[in-house]
Nanobody, 115 residues
Framework: QVQLVESGGDLVQPGGSLRLSCAAS????????MGWYRQAPGKQRELVAT???????NYADSAKGRFTISRDNAKNTVYLQMNSLKAEDTAVYYC?????????WGQGTQVTVSS
């Protein structure tokens, strides 16, 4: 039904910033909630941030005050702006779309925070 492609992952120093992008294959934001998740090796995938179809945002405690989820409906793209990055933010970041019937994942983009 819909495909998601993440981009923007990179190697960045602690304290630096990155903006991740998730491009959807069609317009979905009116009916899908969007989210960013991350998974480090040997750890469970965890929620980072979500944005509902109405625009309500939610953040994991670890992301509050540093990360911002947003979307551009015209571009069918959701973003995760990450500031003040820490080593513990290192993970593969995944985009997710969910609407109660479908749960769609992108393939992930690697974020590495290291000096």
């Amino acid at each position: 039904q819909v495909q998601l492609v993440e981009s923007g992952g990179d190697l960045v120093q602690p304290g630096g910033s990155l903006r991740l992008s998730c491009a959807a294959s069609r317009s979905i934001f009116s009916i899908y909630a969007m989210g960013w998740y991350r998974q480090a090796p040997g750890k469970q995938r965890e929620l980072v941030a979500t944005i509902t179809s109405s625009g309500t945002t939610n953040y994991a405690d670890s992301a509050k005050g540093r990360f911002t989820i947003s979307r551009d409906n015209a571009k069918n793209t959701v973003y995760l702006q990450m500031n003040s990055l820490k080593a513990e933010d290192t993970a593969v970041y995944y985009c997710n779309a969910a609407n109660g019937r479908w749960n769609v994942w992108g393939q992930g983009t690697q974020v590495t925070v290291s000096s």
